[in-house]
């Protein structure tokens, strides 16, 4: 596949995980756990063995309503 997209809507309860070992790539933005939201996901292959992608969070806290953040990560894999 040259080209492909994705999305997720993803929910960390509060007790679900430790703290410290959450996910930094979802919900990295907001301290703690007890976060939803949603990712949004793409790569690109440039050739066999360069690929591109850029992946999209939009997240909130479950407990507070004014925190709320985003992320966006663009990642550059050379397979060798």
Known sequence: QKFTLGYAYAQVGADSWLT????GDFGGTITGTDVQGHQLRTKYQLSPSLSLGVNYSLVESRHASDAQGSQLQVDTVFAF
């Open 20 to 23: 410290g070992l959450k996910d």
